[in-house]
């Protein structure tokens, strides 16, 4: 069982989105661990993955996660750049990362990369970022997705920040590798 301050905290609809049956979980942008534990308590037997560019938020997720019994681990890693084998993870899930990257398309490669044949790639971000109004702009998420050879069916939309920004959840189908 979670700690109660953790429990209380609500989910945004992205992790709804991560299927039941999903056995390898990658959170990029995991911060202090919260959103990394509450998605291994949910999808029992998934080994969940979080990473973040930051030591200190990654220290403080693995002294988070020293008081509950679950399959978790954490690193420190940047998403344009992740210590994972091609085809690694059931579901990739990058939680407002993208906006904050200045290689939109080599990030979203390498979510492509380290998701199996057939599995997903969630990219919950500011609505901006997954679509933004300046169409000369081409890192738009919905273009990087398809650059990274990944095919978007569909869009959630998710609701308000505490700031008042307008949050969206893509989600992106890692195709299956053609049969001979």
Known sequence: MLAPWLEARPRPRAHALVPLDATSVLLVGCGVGDDAL???????GARVTGVDTSLARIDEALRRA?????AVRFAVADARALPFDDGRFDVVLADRVLGDVDDRLRAMRELAR??????????????????PRDVERDDDVMTLLA?????????ADEGMLDDGA???????????????
Do not use: F, N, Q
């Not at 020293?66 to 679950?70: I, K, M, N, S």
């Not at 998701?115 to 679509?131: K, M, P, Q, Y």
């Open 114 to 131: 380290v998701t199996r044949a057939g599995g997903r790639v969630l990219v919950h971000d500011r609505a901006e970022v997954i679509s």
């Open 166 to 180: 307008r949050v969206v959840t893509l989600i992106g189908l890692k195709p299956r590798d053609e049969e001979p």
């Open 38 to 44: 509450a998605l291994a308590e949910r999808i029992v």
């Open 66 to 70: 020293r008081h509950v019994a679950l």
């Open 147 to 155: 650059r990274a050879g990944l095919v978007a069916i569909e869009i």
